[in-house]
């Protein structure tokens, strides 16, 4: 079913809230957060891509909405 | 009792400081404020790990500070992060001086490991200059080595007829409106 693997398990780098390119991976054109079906990340990873995400957007790096 | 011995824990703790600055600041004078966080850190008893100096950048959403009792409203502004190692007892005198500062437009305190690995553009397969080259350099020779601009010149002028542009359309329609009127 899902062959892909844990995105940041293949590339072993760790989970930035200030790293904006790889976290705009895991948004949706309207700025909401994928769920793990979508995102093929393990639950630990998932929960810290959600934390980075927002703490991202209080800094104002990404936006709470977009368009 | 529980209280105690929570609180009696004093112990080095790795922490980042990200921070937003006042647009107004114009470009060394950001640095100076930087340069008065490390001071304020160093005095504190705070060894640094790795920084950014603080770059312009526009902000996602608009956000507002009070300065002068006034409300002021901030699309811009310079964003910077410093990483370091201190006490956790005195974590409390950064927060509470940052807070204070009226040119600080917001800031966050994190708790933090020592290393950090990130995606940059030389690791990354796809965004490296590397692998592009290789693919582009061996089939795209492959290709034209054996295209002439001679044969091709005469097979498009055999093939195509030129025609000229006469625009019989709009007459056409002038006549066909006057008649249903």
Same mark, same amino acid.
């Given at each position: ?67 | ?41 160093? $005095? ?112 498009? $002028? ?24």
């Amino acid at each position: 079913m899902n062959k892909r693997e844990d995105y940041f398990k293949e590339n072993n780098i760790t989970v930035d809230y200030k790293d904006i390119n790889t976290l705009s991976k895991f948004i949706n054109p309207h700025g909401r957060i994928l769920n793990h079906r979508k995102t093929n990340l393990s639950a630990k990873n998932q929960r810290t891509i959600a934390n980075a995400i927002k703490r991202a957007r209080f800094m104002g790096l990404l936006p709470y909405v977009a368009r | 009792m529980q209280n105690e011995s929570i609180m009696s824990e004093n112990e080095n703790m790795i922490y980042e400081i990200s921070f937003i600055f006042d647009n107004k600041l114009e470009g060394k004078k950001a640095e100076e404020k930087l340069v008065n966080l490390k001071e304020l850190i160093a $005095s504190n008893g705070g060894s640094f790990i790795s920084e950014e100096t603080p770059y312009k950048r526009e902000l996602a959403y608009e956000m507002v500070r009070v300065q002068n009792n006034k409300n002021i409203r901030f699309n811009e502004g310079y964003f910077g992060w410093v990483k370091f190692e201190m006490l956790s007892e005195s974590i409390l005198v950064l927060d509470k001086t940052l807070k204070l500062d009226e040119e600080v437009v917001r800031y966050l305190i994190v708790k933090t490991e020592r290393g950090n690995n990130i995606l940059t553009r030389d690791q990354s397969p796809i965004l490296s200059n590397n692998f592009t080259n290789i693919l582009v350099n061996e089939t795209v020779s492959e290709r034209f080595e054996s295209v002439n601009i001679d044969t091709t010149n005469e097979v498009i $002028s055999e093939t195509t007829e030129e025609k000229e542009f006469s625009p019989k359309i709009e007459n056409q329609n002038l006549e066909d409106l006057k008649e249903k009127e």
